[in-house]
Each structure stands twice: as C-alpha cells, then as structure tokens.
C-alpha cells in the first residue's frame, strides 16, 4: 500500500459506508458493560460506526484518523443519529495520544498498522490510559490471510495472541482469543474471518 491516505479516501468515496453503520460488537459488548461513560479514544476509525455508536451511549468521543473522506462520512452518519463527536484528522504517527489523554477507553478495532508503527501506537496507549481503563481491540489474526472477507493482505500487517501481549506488557489481560467468526460488517468485512480479541485494563 504504497499511499495509504489515497487508498483509504477511495475506500470512502462511496455513499455506501464500507463497513456498514453498527457498531463492531466485539466493541458494542464491552463499552455496555461499563459502568459509566467517560473519554474514549477511537484510533484508524474511518467512517465513523463505533464513534457514532458510543456517543449515543453518552461518551465523550474522539475519533482520529487520516482519511477526509471517513470523516465525511462519520459526521454525516452523527447527524443524521443526532449526536456529535470530536473528529481529528491526522497522521496516527504524529497524534499526540499521550498529550490528549489520559482516556477512560482506546478502541482499535481493525486498526492495522505496519510492525513498528504497531509496537509504538499499543505502547502509547498503555501510557495514555487512566487507571482502570480499557483497551478494547478486535483484529484480524494471522491466518486471515487465507481468507477473502477483508483485511490487510500483508503478513506483517496481521496479529496473534503473542503479538499482542508482548505490545501490550504492563496492562492486565482480561480477555485475549483468536476465533474464527463470521463478519457482516458491510461489504467490506463480510463472510467467514480469523480475528483475534483483546480485553486490557491498566491497574489503579
């Protein structure tokens, strides 16, 4: 993906929302189980469906991410359920994560990034979190790449179990499974998929 903004703006361009409008529900299970709301922060969040989703639940939203277009879109998809968030664009690499912080939840929820980039965004946000909070992430695992129903087709743009808890030493693991699942997640994520799930909290 030799320019990633390009690619992600023409994912968008649609009027059809790539990845449908609910929320993922890995994601959708977890913020409803907390006991109140407070500042989540939504990393590579695209068009919008899980910031949208949280707001409605009362939380106080940031969405970052590099693509005009997913913006357009998210702020849309607000309008039009009657909430509002807080949209950033930017460079995941020059967010000030940690500066903008500290947050109550961080999504990653198929936010895929190259092996470097990986290790310092998770690392950022072990530091970036309150006490007590959570970091919520699905993702495709290493053996997606075998399969059509979405998702990076580099290797090392993949997870795993090991991965993941090596990225994330420090924070307590409540949750952590690769399964297989199937995905109606509009047409971009759709059909049979591998994923790997991480529930993490930070100790108070």
Request: charged letters at 25%.
């Amino acid at each position: 993906m030799n320019n990633p903004r390009t690619f992600w703006d023409k994912r968008y361009a649609d009027s059809v929302y790539a990845y449908g409008t609910k929320p993922n529900l890995y994601f959708q299970q977890q913020l409803d189980v907390l006991p109140k709301p407070g500042r989540l922060l939504l990393l590579a969040e695209g068009e919008g469906r899980n910031a949208v989703y949280a707001a409605e639940k009362s939380w106080q939203v940031t969405a970052v991410d590099f693509s005009e277009k997913g913006r357009e879109k998210a702020l849309a998809l607000a309008a039009e359920k009657g909430v509002s968030f807080d949209y950033q664009i930017a460079n995941i690499r020059e967010y000030d994560l940690i500066g903008n912080g500290p947050w109550d939840v961080i999504g990653l929820i198929y936010a895929h990034f190259p092996p470097e980039l990986r290790k310092a965004i998770h690392h950022k946000c072990i530091q970036a979190l309150k006490p007590g909070g959570r970091v919520i992430l699905e993702a495709f695992n290493r053996k997606q790449i075998y399969r059509l129903s979405g998702g990076p087709k580099e290797l090392d743009m993949l997870y795993s179990k090991i991965i993941l808890e090596h990225d994330f030493e420090g924070l307590e693991i409540l949750e952590a499974t690769e399964s297989t699942t199937f995905l109606t997640e509009g047409e971009g994520h759709a059909g049979l998929a591998e994923v790997v799930r991480f529930l993490l909290k930070k100790s108070t």
